[in-house]
């Protein structure tokens, strides 16, 4: 007998209230790209740590009506002017530079460039010009970088900015992605090719995991001993068909009679119904996706992702609001998660086939969030989550 249905909303909630081991690492700042940040980063000292000059040119200790300053120094980036300017003197001095208590910084253009003496334009000669302050930026002790981000490009220099060279991450989930079914890579007019497997691989991949892909007949000892061995190898284990209403559809009593106790069997929602999600009593946990290929997509989004966040400290990933670019009807009855791309005009969805049109979702930059009998207006803001690894408007598919 099935388990009743769940909302869409009451399955994602007993997935963020999953119990699972937990664990961080120290990592070296140039291995943490898209780890997750388990303790916050600090400024360890004032940012900027002294009065810098931001432009090449002239730190100048103004005088009243004087245009012509002697020069007596130079101060290079790194450097430190250890005397003091008096007024009508000036050093030059180079973008990044510490600037003299008092001075102010005149940009190179606007004077003649002379070593001796140079020559200012009387409007350039304005107080506290062209410096970046101690601390304007940040002070020592501010948090930079909050927990529970995952670690990009940018938020990583701002950690090396801050001092870091080590960051507490949480320690990733490994993923068992187990295939099932016959036909899949079989020889013949029968046989359907393994999307399903490189699309997991490549998202896990994308979200800095370990990843091991398996693959199962539809036979209940084969299916049960590579599952079996999936669930002793890895924290979460993902499988792609055999979980819908066919007679070799066999992964969730295979589950139950390797200890795994259903949480979740079919959502109401277009397109993944059918999915279904186990845990055992040592944390490990088995998320079944069905087969269809759009489904793999959309349930992995919705489901697979918040899963391994479970490990990352409850780690989300954030959806956006994103104004349509024409009027939308959603007159179905089931939640919908329509694929869609983004255009100049806002959000438009993609013209497809049905749910089982994968060529048409790939072309799509995210999924729509829709309600059963909606009706919106060009202009209104609906909830939108971008493709995870993907850039938007780069797809590379012609239709």
């Not at 245009?67 to 180079?94: C, K, N, P, W």
């Not at 930079?144 to 320690?171: E, V």
């Not at 090719?193 to 084969?222: F, M």
């Not at 969730?252 to 259903?262: S, V």
């Amino acid at each position: 007998m099935l388990d009743p249905m769940l909302s869409f909303d009451e399955a994602l909630e007993l997935v963020n209230q999953l119990s699972v081991p937990v664990h961080t690492e120290s990592v070296e700042l140039d291995q943490a790209y898209g780890r997750v940040l388990a303790q916050p980063v600090l400024a360890s000292n004032d940012q900027p740590p002294f009065d810098r000059a931001t432009m090449d040119g002239y730190a100048v200790a103004l005088a009243p009506g004087v245009t012509s300053y002697r020069v007596i120094d130079t101060i290079l980036a790194g450097a430190h002017f250890e005397g003091t300017l008096q007024a009508g003197e000036a050093v030059r001095i180079m973008t990044g530079a510490p600037c003299p208590g008092g001075a102010t910084v005149v940009a190179v253009e606007r004077t003649n460039g002379g070593e001796a003496e140079v020559l200012i334009e009387p409007e350039a000669l304005e107080p506290g010009k062209n410096i970046a302050w101690k601390g304007q930026d940040a002070r020592r002790g501010q948090t930079i970088l909050a927990s529970g981000l995952r670690l990009a490009p940018q938020t990583l220099s701002a950690a090396a900015m801050a001092g870091s060279d080590r960051l507490l991450c949480y320690q990733n989930p490994s993923v068992g992605i187990v295939t099932t079914g016959d036909e899949i890579g079989a020889e013949g007019p029968a046989g359907v090719r393994n999307s399903n497997g490189p699309y997991l691989a490549s998202l896990c991949t994308a979200l800095g995991l370990e990843r091991r892909c398996y693959h199962a007949k539809d036979e209940r000892e084969k299916l049960a001993a590579t599952l079996a061995q999936a669930a002793s190898e890895h924290e979460v284990v993902v499988t792609v068909g055999g979980v819908s209403m066919g007679t070799v559809d066999l992964v969730p009593q295979t589950a139950e009679a390797l200890g795994f106790r259903t949480l979740f069997h079919r959502v109401a929602m277009q397109p993944g119904k059918p999915v279904f999600l186990a845990q055992r009593a040592d944390g490990k946990l088995l998320l079944g996706l069905p087969g269809n290929p759009v489904s793999v997509l959309v349930t992995a989004h919705l489901f697979l992702m918040p899963v391994l966040g479970r490990f990352q400290g409850g780690w989300q990933y954030p959806w956006q609001t994103r104004a349509l670019a024409e009027d939308l009807e959603h007159k179905g009855t089931r939640r919908l998660f329509l694929p869609a791309r983004l255009g100049s005009d806002g959000v438009v969805p993609v013209r497809w086939n049905g749910s089982g049109d994968f060529f048409a979702a790939a072309q799509g930059d995210g999924l729509l969030d829709l309600q059963p009998g909606g009706v919106w207006k060009r202009g209104h803001g609906l909830r939108f989550l971008p493709y995870w690894g993907h850039t938007p408007g780069e797809t590379g598919l012609a239709r």
